[in-house]
């Protein structure tokens, strides 16, 4: 079991930074692959970024790679997404999801955060 709570959303300037926080309870949450998404209105929820159990390996979606940032701190049951470089077309609602396994496929994320608003304007 795994609850997860997004934080860190609000409004940017195009080409401003923003960083995500994701934090988890559980006693399992180091043994979970962790990943973020986003869905922003009209558009299909769709992958953003993920990370293996010991924060080594890393996959993005083609759209944020140079961008954005993944990472985990399991001592503080927490993860984030450091972006970079907005832009007006990243504006979603962005959500963490805990998975067994390292990738993008949605259905193999378990539990799922509530979400945190980011937009950015020009």
């Known amino acids: 079991q795994v609850q997860l709570v997004e934080s860190g959303g609000g409004l940017v300037q195009a080409g401003g930074s923003l960083r995500l926080s994701c934090a988890a309870s559980?006693?399992?949450?180091?043994?979970?692959?962790m990943g973020w998404f986003r869905q922003a209105p009209g558009k299909e929820r769709e992958f953003v970024a993920t990370?293996?159990?010991?924060?080594?390996?890393?996959y993005y979606a083609d759209s944020v790679k140079g961008r954005f940032t993944i990472s985990r701190d399991n001592a503080e049951n927490t993860v984030y997404l450091q972006m970079n470089s907005l832009k007006p077309e990243d504006t979603a609602v962005y959500y963490c999801?805990?998975?067994?396994?390292?990738?993008?496929?949605?259905?193999?994320?378990?539990?799922w955060g509530q979400g945190t608003q980011v937009t950015v304007s020009l």
């Open positions: 559980g006693r399992t949450f180091s043994n979970y692959a």
């Open positions: 999801a805990a998975t067994p396994f390292i990738g993008a496929t949605q259905s193999t994320y378990d539990y």
């Open positions: 990370i293996s159990w010991r924060g080594r390996t890393t």
